[in-house]
């Protein structure tokens, strides 16, 4: 397991933008698939965005697609979530996840359980 660290969660209003960053200490992530996902109050995690690493594919839940964008700074070891547009639906924790396995198929993205370490959360909070 990797030690992710999220921060950059904070109350918006709608229509506004945030970035979420993801941090990771003392590993190198050039094999690895990076994933944000959510959970909102008295609902299951869901998936928000994906990407592999080494060949910078993303994969968006439908959701988010055309507002959210999952990006990686290598340098800093760190995977961002630019969110545009929020609104009050998007309220949720976000966590960060890491998964050291090859994905054979896209699908694997999408699946919370493919992912073998996990940050801590942080709260976004989008008001009407």
């Known amino acids: 397991q990797v030690p992710l660290v999220e921060s950059g969660g904070e109350l918006v209003q709608a229509g506004d933008s945030l970035r979420l960053s993801c941090a990771a200490s003392?590993?190198?992530?050039?094999?690895?698939?990076m994933a944000w996902f959510r959970q909102a109050p008295g609902k299951e995690r869901e998936f928000v965005a994906a990407v592999n690493w080494s060949a910078g594919t993303t994969f968006y839940a439908d959701s988010v697609k055309g507002r959210f964008t999952i990006s990686i700074n290598s340098a800093k070891e760190t995977v961002y979530l630019q969110m545009n547009s929020l609104q009050p639906e998007d309220t949720a924790v976000y966590y960060c996840a890491a998964s050291s396995w090859r994905f054979s198929d896209s699908r694997y993205y999408y699946n919370s359980d493919e992912y073998n370490s996990w940050g801590q959360g942080t709260q976004v909070t989008v008001s009407s």
């Open positions: 003392g590993r190198t992530f050039s094999d690895y698939n």
